[in-house]
């Protein structure tokens, strides 16, 4: 698309949940959001310094070195950029950018999913990018802490017939619900990178697997959500 691409991390907790997970019940829920926006990047030069999916870059190193994989070709895995530039300056328009929220699949990433993220940004829209902690594989946070999917989710071959599966997805339901409240709040916070730039009556939702069903939930049972886009989820 025609604008250059920023992008920032936001680790937040919904303190009205509990973490589900944790033995201390009152820790709350943590959620790490990726976002990427429209920017303003004067120097085009810097746009490729951020790795492809930088949060994993080692592990599949890791993974390909214990399957034997020639460490000399590594440096290929390096070579993938993005073509995001962290914490840059959004570009400031007359009327704010809709929005796209992105739910992951079940065990799966975020980071996965960033040609789709930076392709929305490059045209326009402001794209969060959600880890539903505890279901991502791992969620590692800008402090460093890194949290691993929960061993029973991992396991969770077939959700389809899981008798959980309604109460799971109304957990990722509740993240995403939580995720708007933030946005208001950010595009109403003077000092905020967002402040008047997001345009909350046109907000979207797109998912993969299990994210693609939730996102249907969300189409049918939030009003907040105008679209959706249902990638390859099946529904309950």
């Known amino acids: 698309g ?8 936001c680790a937040w907790t919904d ?10 019940k009152q820790d709350g829920r ?7 926006y429209p920017s303003e990047i004067i120097n085009s030069t810097i ?20 399957s034997g994989y020639p460490e000399d070709n590594f440096v290929q895995l390096d070579s993938i950029k993005a073509y995001s530039l962290l914490n840059s300056p959004i570009l400031k328009q007359q009327k704010p950018y809709p929005v796209i929220i992105f739910s992951h ?3 799966a990433l975020r980071s996965a ?5 930076e392709n929305l940004a490059s045209h326009g829209y402001i794209v969060i990018g959600v880890a539903h902690t505890y279901y991502a594989m791992f969620t590692k946070f800008p402090d460093g802490r890194i949290i691993p999917a929960d061993p029973m989710n991992s396991e969770q071959l077939n959700l389809i017939e899981d008798k959980d599966s309604e109460a799971h997805q109304n957990i990722w339901f509740q993240d ?3 995720i708007l409240d933030k946005l208001s709040f950010l595009n109403n916070k003077t000092d905020s990178l967002f402040y008047q730039n997001l345009n909350l009556e046109m907000i979207g939702v797109v ?9 249907i939930q969300l189409g049918r049972n939030e009003k907040r959500i105008k679209a959706c886009v249902n990638l390859d989820g099946a529904l309950f």
Do not use: C, M
């Open 113 to 117: 999913y960033t040609a789709y993220y």
């Open 2 to 9: 025609p604008f250059k691409i920023g992008t920032t991390l």
């Open 15 to 24: 303190k009205s949940r509990s973490t589900y997970f944790s033995n201390n």
């Open 207 to 215: 998912g993969h697997s299990f994210g693609g069903s939730t996102s």
């Open 105 to 107: 699949g079940y065990a």
């Open 30 to 36: 943590e959620l790490l959001t990726q976002i990427w």
């Open 176 to 178: 995403i619900q939580f």
């Open 47 to 66: 746009l490729n310094v951020q790795p492809y999916a930088s949060d994993v870059i080692d592990l599949w190193k890791l993974g390909l070195k214990n």
